[in-house]
């Protein structure tokens, strides 16, 4: 019975957004670095990787008001789902000084009623998660922001998201990142983001870890996750990418890192995540299809090779604390022989 | 009426780690750069520093139970009061590993009683606050450490602190720092060790802010501050120090940055801190006496242009959120003419 | 006598970057954050900082060889001068994998050529100087670009754009830049551009500082200006903005920090820098103009300071090697009484 | 024949610094985490490391000219060589304000005596290796050094040991840290480290990498490689260790990083490096012996898969300079199946 349960739950869900197989731009090259792709390709692309089979959408960018009846049909065509639904709260001028941390009350309003309609939306997609990333509400000059006033808009704004999708049964991530584009955001770190879902206190608010974003923030994201769970199963969206350390490069997993992403994939087994694992990058430059289909291919392998080794070991090795056992630990299972 | 509460208010606090004025070592240079001074040498220095009443003791480097009533009279004698103890959890080989979080239970409990024996000195020496910095509690490696279990450990060790501090009407301030001595610490940032303070959830369990930790952890201390307000004045002390954004340089207040202590200490004020403003560094090479001295003077000047330019100027600024306000603000009141 | 040519050193020649003026973009909001300004505009603008005579061209952005005429009429009509021409090897996709050290010759021989050609149009309008920012040159993941073969292309390439540059005694700039666009750029740092132009070996060929760039490679600037001196007068162009240290952020001047800005400047005088003083920056969100005139302000306030404490107490200053002296130095003349 | 100069290439010379197996100490617990070894038993156990031949000693700490008979006696009898010499120049006080570029001119001559010296008992050892770390010689804060003239000293100083050095035919490695124990070394970066030694200009004087220094100022290891290959061999010397990329960690290798190490061994082998590997890392506290052993091993399953490889195939990997390849290689290359 055991190994029946514990093989469902190994039935991990992989999931891409679906814009990084697009174009992408930067603040140099605002046209972008490739040519613009058409929607259905990008689809097409998705449900090809192996393994793949949900689809997070960006509003405004993959998904609006018009768009849900073909996205529905698009979707479903090709056996994929909506993992969730990202509301654009950054990617109109509109939000540009803030949204749902704006000083202007009717920003603000917008921002939320932006959100609201994402949820209604992800409701129709048959999906039940939204994924909160407010990359405009924060600052970037010292002596320029009312940090006080603005954090507490900040809460009122996503308790009214959080009620609002509670109705409809749908549960919301936030995502944090240290900075980018503000030199600083408001959902700053995972501790940060777990005070604000306390603060809120529904059951259906958690976070997000973007594992670029916790590197960029020095966190470590095996103890992150296991701090979401100290606070209850608030571990709700994983958003998976590398990078150097110091910014959020958003590349192809494994492009640096090892030992790292197979301790919080660890701790996810270990703690009960259930969610998606879906990938967030920028392939600026590389084919967006082969990036993202990379990334996807190299935490399948970490997976594997997590279910040979086995929670038990995994876990007499970290009691260990011994960094030299680590590391023949490392030699012996996670690198080629 | 107004203006005498106002001015009561301002009158601040300041403070200094003794051991700041002795000699400091590091890795490479074990003896230290310089030479040992004398207690009582360091003791006459620190009182005749410009408006510094405080004195904050290190745990066996400063005080321990057998010299509690020489320190007393010490103290006293100049008229200098115990601004808080830091207990040793860092300096001694046994810590090595761990103290409040070790995976020994006995080492948690010497750690803890380490604390409380601290608690009551402080309490003997007329203090009643003690800083807890708990170096050693972290990990160095992925795939090393048990996170669930050792954060759970240093959250019931910290609450045995509390409890004790709490019935000796002492509060305890939790001083976060992100890295070193250990690559990762379990109280690495203000949000981080709020949630601990809020798990523990006792009146007397707050966060000590050391502005170079906060920097290092690329916080903003102005809205660190912001933020432990609305958790209801969580914020219970108070390090001061520079750096050049990447380390815990530890060097004197103002070498580096201007408007960011300028915005930290207009938040101290607005949100009602009345703590100590207390001097923590690491001369290594300079003068331990003209370097912490450097920093009162620094910090006092701060005061200085913070009173003349009044908190509605600096509120009706940071709600412009416009930054080439800010900037003719900073050469209007923070710079030489 | 003395005081004359002291006096005529003194008339430093303030500059800003045409395109601070107007609107900005990043990765999430391509279109910008502001509405596009009119050219003519900008340059009114421009003109009207005070002490402001010089205007930095970028490629394709600002000028091209359609618009020479036209360019040239309106910088005179508005007393002002071509401080450098900034050609475009960034913000056409056909840069987008490289340019001067791109792997394919034919892109290589198209940067050239755009690089000869705005040496030529810089002649034109009066000016003598090219400052080469080649971003897109470089690479974004270990194991992906054959560095010991492209950083010789580099090379070729620089050279041959020197080259050109010699015969209409045009200088050229090599402006660093650790990361962004890629994550990793062939010119990275100070030492490494200065390596690249002492093995091409031209009179004409040497280095610009972009303070920010300087600070996010933790470079202190005032060292890389002495670096540049010592390999014999080497620095031929400075572009101003402030940051947080980890991050090209572009900001105001004088915004975060104090001691460094003064002590550069100290240094640019101190080696006989007779330069333009070239602000760029990249105002997001706040107003281009008001960013651009503060920065200069700020500028011209430490030259102020800096002329009134005279080199000699400078250099006093520094041969100390004693940062309470310095602490000491900054109270009293640096910031406000 | 091309085979057989292939194997002999292959035998790869693998090192460690003595001290690593002994105690560490830091800021905070300056006694440090362990209890201090025997000399003896520390060589007992370098003998014992599958590979290792050479050893590399530090001044004071493990050799002077008194000890040098012993020494000798001592490597000889366990079949071991002296590696390199590493002078001390950081860890006596009389260093503690600058060394070889030291104010004092007194300073700067027992600073090159002192590497002098080293240099005599490298031969006597057998040994052709001095390797410099200036650890002192640099500067903390703002505005309190004179670089133009500090640096000029230094190279003075390295003129100086590199002429004896060459007398005695022995190579002068030059070893950069960006930080620490000043915040700012002279020697910082790659490029930096190279200017000087161009400057000196003599063929004894080359770099020493520490991968985790490089690491640090984000520098990518096999481009500095490919670097000094384009000055004409001035790869001298390697020192191995892993970090969390913003601090001088000095873990155990591998213990992060993946790629990066095999990309560096690859233009290590490309541009025909023939020096020591040579471990450097600081085993706080876990087992010296151990974490030492299992960076050794690391490296040896590297060159492995390298030599597995063939230089051809990275080659053609590199030169497609295509990411999604890259990433199936380190799939298919060097992580477990």
Known sequence: MKNQNEAKSKKRKYSIILGNLGNTC??????GYKDPLDKELMLDQA???EGVTGIELVGTWDIDDKSVDKMKTALKSRGLVCSSIIPDLFARKQ????ALASASASIRRQAVAEVNTMTDIVVELGGNLINIWPGQDGYDYPLSADYLQERRWMTESIAKCVEHAKKKRVK???EFK???PRTHSYLARTADTLLVAKDIGESNVGVCIDTGHSFLAYENVGESVAMLKMAGNKLFHMHFNDNFGSWDDDMIVGSIRLPEYFEMLYWMEKTGFNG???MDQYPYREDGYGAVRSSVLFLQRMHKLLDETGLDKVEELIRQRDPV???AFIRDNLIAQ
Chains 1, 2, 3, 4 share one sequence.
Do not use: H, V
């Open 26 to 31: 930067d603040r140099f090259l605002s046209s």
């Open 47 to 49: 449900a090809s990787i």
């Open 95 to 98: 939000w540009g000084e803030g």
């Open 172 to 174: 919301i991530a936030l």
């Open 178 to 180: 240290m900075k980018e």
């Open 276 to 278: 998606w694992f879906s």
């Open 325 to 327: 056992a680590t590391s």
